[in-house]
C-alpha cells in the first residue's frame, strides 16, 4: 500500500463506461419513533434525494440529526413511518441483499481470522467460493493487508481492522455500498489512508455509495454531491455538487475549491445554529 506521501493518481473511467451501481431513489422518507407513546419523537422530517448508479454521495449533519436512521431505512434494516426506498426503480420491501455495509464498529468476529471473516459472506450464501477467495486476495493486497490474512482482529490495529471490514463489504462486488461513520473511531492519519484507500477502491469497482459521516472535510474529500442535514428532525437543507478532479488531494488545503465547498458547510451549520460562538462567525470574512 503506498504511503500518503506516494498516492499515485488513478483516472476515473467516465461516468457511463464505469458505472456498476444501481439507481437508489428516496421519495418522502419519514420517521418517528414511538408513534403511539404520549411523546413521539420525529427523527426524520420528509427526506427525497436520487443517487445515480456509480455515485458518491454523502450525508453530513450534526449528530442526532438522523442520518444513520436514513441509512438503516435505505438498507431495509429499519421500516420507514412514511415514503419509499426504491433500488432501480423497485420498492424495496424488506432488507437489501445485493449490498455491502461497512459501520463505524468493524464487527468482525474474534475467533475467526481476518480473511475468515471477508469469506463469511460466501460461505453463508453458499456461493463458489474460488472466484470470492481470488476477489479477497486481491482486495487484501490493495488494502495493505496481505501479511495480515491469518491474524485474529485482536492481533490487528484499529486502522487494519477498519480496512478488513471495508473488504468485507466489498469482496461480493455489490453494486450499493452503504456507510455509517465508517472512520469514526480512527486517528487522524489512519482516517486519510483509508479514506485513499476506499477512493482507490470506489473509483475501480464503481459501487452506488451513501456514505454518512459527521466529518465535512471527508464527505467533501469523497463525494460526488453532499447533502446537508439539519438539526434534528433532520431534513435536507442543502445539496453540493463536488465537481472536482480525482483522486481528491488528501488535504483540502491543497485544493481551494474543496476549502470553498467545506466552508459553504460550515456556513449552514452556523446558521442552524449548530455550533455556537458567541455570535461570532464560524469563519473570517
Not at 420528509?46 to 455515485?55: C, F, N
Not at 453458499?126 to 479477497?136: D, G, H, K, S, T
Not at 484499529?158 to 478488513?164: A, D, E, I, L, S
Request: with cysteine; hydrophobic share 45%; proline share 8%.
Amino acid at each position: 500500500m503506498p504511503a500518503l506521501s506516494e498516492a499515485r493518481a488513478v483516472k476515473a473511467a467516465p461516468r457511463d463506461e464505469a458505472a456498476r451501481g444501481v439507481r437508489l431513489e428516496i421519495d418522502r422518507l419519514t420517521k418517528v419513533f414511538g408513534e403511539d407513546a404520549d411523546r413521539p419523537f420525529e427523527a426524520l422530517r420528509p427526506t427525497s434525494a436520487t443517487i445515480e448508479p456509480g455515485e458518491f454521495v454523502s450525508v453530513v449533519g450534526p449528530s442526532g440529526c438522523g442520518k444513520s436512521t436514513l441509512m438503516l431505512m435505505v438498507a431495509g434494516l429499519l421500516q420507514p413511518t412514511g415514503g419509499a426506498v426504491k433500488v432501480d426503480g423497485t420498492v424495496l420491501r424488506g432488507p437489501m441483499t445485493d449490498v455491502g455495509i461497512a459501520f463505524q464498529d468493524h464487527l468482525l468476529l474474534d475467533f475467526r481470522t481476518a480473511m475468515e471473516n471477508v469469506l463469511l459472506q460466501g460461505v453463508i450464501r453458499r456461493l463458489p467460493m474460488a472466484p470470492v477467495q481470488e476477489r479477497a486476495r486481491v482486495l487484501f493486497e490493495r488494502l495493505g493487508l496481505a501479511n495480515a490474512a491469518d491474524r485474529y482482529p485482536h492481533q490487528l490495529s484499529g486502522g487494519m481492522r477498519q480496512r478488513v471490514s471495508l473488504a468485507r463489504a466489498l469482496v461480493l462486488g455489490p453494486p450499493v455500498l452503504l456507510m455509517d461513520e465508517p472512520f469514526g473511531a480512527l486517528d487522524a492519519l489512519t482516517r486519510l489512508q483509508v479514506r485513499y484507500d476506499l477512493e482507490q477502491l470506489w473509483m475501480s469497482d464503481r459501487p452506488t455509495v451513501l456514505f454518512i459521516t459527521h466529518s465535512v472535510e471527508e464527505a467533501v474529500g469523497l463525494s460526488d454531491r453532499v447533502l446537508v442535514m439539519s438539526p434534528s428532525p433532520g431534513d435536507v437543507v442543502e445539496e453540493l455538487r463536488i465537481d472536482l478532479p480525482r483522486p481528491r488531494p488528501l488535504t483540502l488545503g491543497a485544493e481551494p475549491a474543496l476549502a470553498r465547498h467545506a466552508r459553504r458547510i460550515y456556513d449552514h451549520f452556523d446558521r442552524l445554529g449548530v455550533i455556537h460562538r458567541d455570535g461570532a462567525p464560524l469563519h473570517g470574512r
